[in-house]
């Protein structure tokens, strides 16, 4: 009885201080992301708190912090940039979007985030990482801003003579704040709000005359419904369809991230519809809205949060944040919150793809650069499409140049058998899996979260068969599978087809969490290996 209080209680003591590290690094990050997309800071903030509150209640057991991201703040600004900053409009759009969430929400088309090859999403976030640095760099140095890429890169070459010093050296010094704090001291005091609060105290001392948020409302907003017409419902149409797939995206990714962290199987149709409805309500108070969002759900569960109370207490600590500290809000310089969105646009941006692009396939790198330029300098939406139109046929045209007629003979019967024998001899402690069909993005996932079920097992021997060196996609699907399957204190044995495949995985370092011993060319050596393994392991238990 006693053991059962103590473990509800650090479960609530979890999600306590998991939901008060998400609202620390949700702070900044809403503010910014509010003034960015031209609702205001009160909008990104109130916005942040609505959505998360609605999606943590509705979602969910697991804790997701949502609030407006980069790539849905980057679409936010364009669509007002797009329509003269007219803000009924952008808000019926949002509705649009957030009813659009819920129909989805009751379909198949959720699956669907499984098949986008890798380099497409890579390239993706990419573009939404540089867009938000290109576009913060007028406000860093104390000019205007602007939405789009183009006209801040001209502003900037055309108007740099007239930056605020202030501003300049401000923006400076929260970019040597939020880069220079090292990870382990991140970990317990966020790099963003520290820059916040002392280059805003520094502000405040010295008097600088810089432009700031200014006005801050930590009155709850009220509730109206925005003013619409049937002829607008159809202009505004693609608009919400396009709002919908990155708010739906980007949910559905963290999920998946999500899923992969706390081991366990989150609905995509409930987070989904949550979203949706936390949508709807920030449109009814003209908050902006979001999705959920991985960086601060992932600080949140390596705090300690395993329930959605965590994303019930995080929305309650803004809330008192706002109210506590609306004064000081209203007096954050925008270089500040400049240099924080900075930060991010670098945060998001695939690095670890980067590091290895030289390894990875000409057509990977195709894939890459259409769809970064594409979100960078034309359109978010255009770019995805383009990006998978441009994956598949590549495919498409791989396959058909590795299409022959061959003899092949027909798999040995005996060594069936045997694995047979093997699995019902040792009680499926030692277990032989064949990665039976194409091994690229979509399947690899299917295939990851099948791993779960190999639970008990001691030694799997992974027969990968595959003829060719493998895409980028599924060299990052196998790692996975790696590590998933070493959290899982499973022994993996590799029998390779070629030893072309055994170099490409030196290359990309995944051979570090596979002992060289554990790596075999023949499934009966691979077999005779698990057996002795096996045995002497015993032996060790027994003589304990």
């Known amino acids: ?108 088309l959720t699956e669907i985030v499984k098949y986008v090859p890798y380099p497409v999403i890579s390239g993706f976030m990419n573009g939404v990482g540089t867009i938000i640095i290109i576009m913060q760099l007028n406000p860093l140095l104390g000019l205007k801003p602007f939405s789009n890429t183009i006209e801040s890169l001209e502003h900037i070459l055309t108007s740099l003579h007239t930056m605020n010093i202030q501003a300049a050296l401000l923006g400076i010094l929260t970019l040597v704040i939020v880069f220079g704090i090292p990870k382990r001291l991140n970990k317990y005091l966020p790099s963003q709000i520290l820059a916040l609060v002392i280059c805003t105290l520094i502000s405040i001392k010295t008097g600088l005359n810089i432009p700031k948020i200014s006005e801050i409302s930590a009155t709850l907003p009220v509730f109206s419904f925005p003013k619409s017409n049937l002829h607008d419902i159809i202009t505004y149409f693609h608009y919400g369809i396009t709002l919908s797939i990155i708010l739906s995206s980007e949910t559905l990714l963290t999920g998946l991230v999500c899923n992969s962290i706390t081991k366990t199987k989150i609905s995509p149709k409930t987070l989904l519809a949550s979203q949706g409805i936390g949508n709807i309500c920030c449109t009814l108070t003209g908050c902006v809205p979001g999705s959920a969002a991985t960086m601060r759900t992932v600080a949140a569960i390596k705090t300690g949060a395993s329930t959605k109370l965590a994303a019930i207490i995080c929305p309650i600590i803004l809330v008192l944040m706002l109210y506590k500290f609306s004064g000081f809000v209203a007096e954050i310089p925008l270089c500040v919150l400049a240099g924080i969105l900075i930060k991010i646009g670098y945060d998001i941006i695939d690095i670890k793809l980067l590091k290895v692009l030289k390894l990875a396939s000409e057509e990977d790198k195709y894939v890459l650069a259409v769809v970064f330029l594409l979100t960078v300098f034309y359109n978010l939406i255009v ?109 993996l044995i590799l029998v390779l087809k070629n030893p072309n495949l055994k170099s490409q995985l030196e290359e990309y370092k995944i051979t570090k969490e596979i002992p060289e011993k554990h790596i075999f060319y023949s499934e009966l050596q691979a077999i005779d290996f698990a057996k002795k393994s096996f045995a002497k392991k015993a032996r060790k238990k027994y003589n304990k």
Request: a neutral charge.
């Open 383 to 491: 770019a995805v499409g383009a990006g998978i139109t441009l994956a598949a046929l590549l495919y498409a045209k791989k396959v058909a140049d590795n299409a022959k007629l061959i003899q092949k003979e027909v798999y040995d019967k005996d060594i069936i058998k045997l694995e047979k024998e093997v699995e019902r001899d040792y009680k499926l402690k030692i277990r032989v899996v064949h990665i039976d069909g194409q091994f690229f993005f979509g399947s690899a996932t299917q295939l990851i979260s099948q791993f779960d079920e190999l639970l008990g097992t001691r030694y799997l021997i992974l027969n990968c068969d595959f003829e060719d060196k493998l895409d980028i996609s599924a060299i990052f699907a196998l790692e996975d599978i790696v590590l998933r399957l070493k959290s899982q204190h499973i022994k």
């Open 1 to 108: 009885m006693i053991k059962d209080v103590q473990t509800r209680l650090n479960i609530i003591l979890g999600d306590i201080f998991g939901g008060l590290n998400a609202a620390i690094i949700a702070l900044p990050q809403a503010l910014a992301f509010g003034v960015a997309t031209g609702f205001g800071a009160s909008a990104g903030i109130w916005g942040a708190i609505i959505l998360c509150f609605v999606a943590g209640i509705l979602g969910s057991k697991v804790p997701m912090i949502s609030g407006i991201t980069g790539p849905v703040a980057i679409v936010v600004a364009s669509i007002m940039h797009a329509l003269n900053k007219d803000i009924n409009s952008v808000i019926l759009i949002i509705l649009m979007a957030g009813i659009f969430q819920i129909i989805l929400s009751l379909t198949k």
